[in-house]
């Protein structure tokens, strides 16, 4: 993937920061948290309808150039910078709704007799503490990921693209800037009219079957939604033809086999085999997530003497003003890990061992979370956080609160850390400090935990979660995961494990490989998990977004590195914004809330 970054890890219209400019400023800090609440209050909203959470970090952009530029003329791009990087900070710390919504959906199994719901204020400061450990701990790692290995961030890249081009003067920035007002454009009205408020006049997925190769409902098929173009623009095509690799094996071969084998159950539908595409996930998710988390680790184990040498640098070389002080990451991660662990036991009357597992544990798979995000631009937190279950299915096997309550924090240390890392590359490019960037991320995540704490329950109070409510499939994934784990059943299928040793081992030869003459001959292994567990309609349509990409570069390379990012901008720019504007409209009665 390095070399590969090395190539196209450029923006066009880039100029160095002036001396003397200003980027940590009072109206920046002010703008950051105004954006921050915004996002904050209506990400849940996204994510437990429409189950997914689309690219923030391109949607704080916009809105840290709307509320500097009314305001203000002369802003420049460095304080948008701090702006976005709030709104991403907060928007992530909302997107763990998923496990508020999971307690919820589990207290409405009569069966169970399951009653317990963290208050808002608990919500809060679970998220809080949770949030700034995952911030600190991702702090060191910003010299090997982003400039060591240089790893894409795709939307870190994007963002940082939105910024240069809305910060642009002259006719320099006029067709990058007409090509991203296309790109959101088109995007955003293709996402509308997939919605119900949009009459649903494009269906969300074309050729489900792949003209007769996949099972119906198994999630093969290709995507309308041109955010997975875009997404597939800035990836490139070996990466994308990888994840295509794992999402041929999982939505296209796997479920052939595994209703043969009766492992999944299926129905017909106008005599055709149909199945559902949760009940494929379940088991594929555990061969994609030991090659992910083996081909990760491998990676990281193979370039050991770089990530020493990193906190070797940071620990003893002279401090640098530009970075956020180590001293007081190491105070500030023993102070918020001695907190979670009492806020844990204190919400979940956990015994105190728990939490200091689920807090160990959390680190290494936020190590491997970091890298998946950087070649893939797919944050894998639903895979950690159900590894994180299956781990406490074990050694709590009887405690459904604790199985959440575990997984919640790994997919809250793992989801800030990924956040941090986007904005990080976004900085890295247009040349923000890093230090400024930690502020404004550590001032805003308590924003959004306060924004998820008291804004979800008003949409489950007025929406429902559930039924004929907010599906958020996230959270019925987790919450049926719990119960199956602690119900004392298997939690790996039939075959199952033999399968995730084949492909962490898999994994592992193509990590070692990926070092080698032989590399570009071998598919990235972390892609190819990941593609594993990434619905394939997704995974295929980003594929034609490398293919559009590779055949821009082919016939001009200098025109493709300069238009072909705003372009790729914008298709994932759009749909975000949409997605954000919608329940802001329903909030105000503009739009109905049920379409």
Not at 237 to 243: E, F, G, N
Not at 481 to 506: D, H, K, P, R
Not at 579 to 591: D, F, K, M, S, Y
Request: glycine residues 10%; hydrophobic residues 50%.
């Amino acid at each position: 993937m390095q070399a590969e970054a090395e190539e196209s890890d450029e923006i066009a219209g880039i100029i160095p920061k002036p001396p003397g400019t200003r980027e940590f400023t009072f109206r920046a800090v002010i703008a950051g948290m105004v954006v921050a609440a915004v996002m904050g209050a209506s990400y849940p909203y996204i994510v437990l309808k429409l189950g997914f959470g689309p690219n923030v970090s391109v949607v704080a952009a916009f809105f840290g150039y709307l509320s500097l530029g009314l305001i203000f003329r002369n802003f420049n791009r460095w304080e948008n910078n701090i702006v976005q990087t709030a709104g991403t900070s907060a928007a992530q710390t909302a997107f763990m709704c998923v496990i508020l919504a999971a307690f919820d959906l589990l207290r409405q199994n009569t069966s169970l007799g399951y009653t317990f719901s963290p208050t808002p204020f608990q919500s809060f400061l679970w998220l809080s503490v949770a949030s700034v450990l995952g911030l600190l701990l991702a702090v060191p790692l910003r010299r090997h990921y982003v400039v060591d290995e240089k790893l894409k961030y795709a939307d870190g890249f994007a963002a940082a693209q939105t910024i240069v081009v809305l910060d642009g003067r002259g006719p320099e920035a006029r067709y990058p800037a007409a090509l991203l007002a296309v790109g959101v454009v088109v995007s955003g009205l293709v996402f509308f009219f997939q919605t119900p408020w949009g009459g649903h006049g494009i269906p969300e997925i074309i050729a489900p079957t792949m003209f007769g190769l996949a099972l119906a409902g198994a999630g093969a098929g290709l995507s309308t939604g041109v955010l997975s173009i875009g997404s597939g623009m800035i990836v490139g095509l070996r990466v994308t033809v990888s994840m295509a690799i794992g999402a041929v094996l999982s939505w296209v071969i796997a479920p052939h086999i595994l209703v043969d084998l009766g492992i999944v159950p299926h129905t017909l539908v106008d005599g055709a085999i149909a199945v559902k595409r949760n009940d494929v996930l379940r088991w594929v998710m555990w061969p994609g997530t030991a090659m992910i988390i083996c081909a990760g680790l491998t990676s990281l184990a193979l370039k050991w003497q770089t990530l020493a040498r990193t906190f070797k640098d940071l620990s003893t070389g002279p401090e640098n003003e530009e970075e956020f002080p180590l001293r007081w990451v190491m105070i500030g991660v023993v102070v918020s890990t001695v907190l979670l662990v009492l806020v844990q036991i204190w919400i979940f009357q956990l015994p105190w061992w728990a939490p200091v597992v689920s807090v160990m544990l959390s680190l290494p798979l936020m190590l491997v979370g970091l890298r998946v995000l950087g070649e893939t631009n797919w944050g894998p937190i639903s895979q950690l956080t159900n590894l994180m279950q299956v781990a406490f299915a074990a050694l709590l096997p009887a405690s459904i609160t604790a199985n959440l309550a575990t997984s919640g924090t790994t997919g809250t240390i793992a989801t800030q850390s990924e956040a941090i890392m986007q904005d990080y590359k976004a900085g890295h490019l247009i040349g923000s400090k890093p230090r400024y960037l930690t502020y404004a991320q550590l001032m805003a995540a308590p924003i959004g935990a306060a924004a998820v704490a008291w804004m979800y329950p008003l949409l489950r109070d007025t929406y429902g979660i559930g039924g004929d409510g907010l599906s958020s499939p996230i959270s019925v994934r987790v919450a049926n995961f719990a119960q199956f784990l602690t119900q004392g059943e298997s939690a790996m299928g039939q075959y199952a494990t033999g399968a995730a040793i084949v492909f962490a081992v898999l994994g592992i030869a193509m990590a070692v490989l990926e070092g080698t003459p032989w590399r570009k001959y071998v598919p990235s292994p972390t892609a190819v998990g990941i593609g594993m567990v990434v619905p394939g309609f997704v995974v295929f349509s980003m594929v034609l977004g490398g293919v559009v990409q590779w055949l821009w570069e082919k016939r001009n390379k200098q025109v493709a590195t300069r238009y072909s990012a705003p372009l790729a901008s914008g298709l994932i720019a759009g749909e975000a914004i949409v997605a954000v504007v919608i329940p802001l409209l329903i909030a105000i009665g503009v739009l109905s809330a049920n379409g």
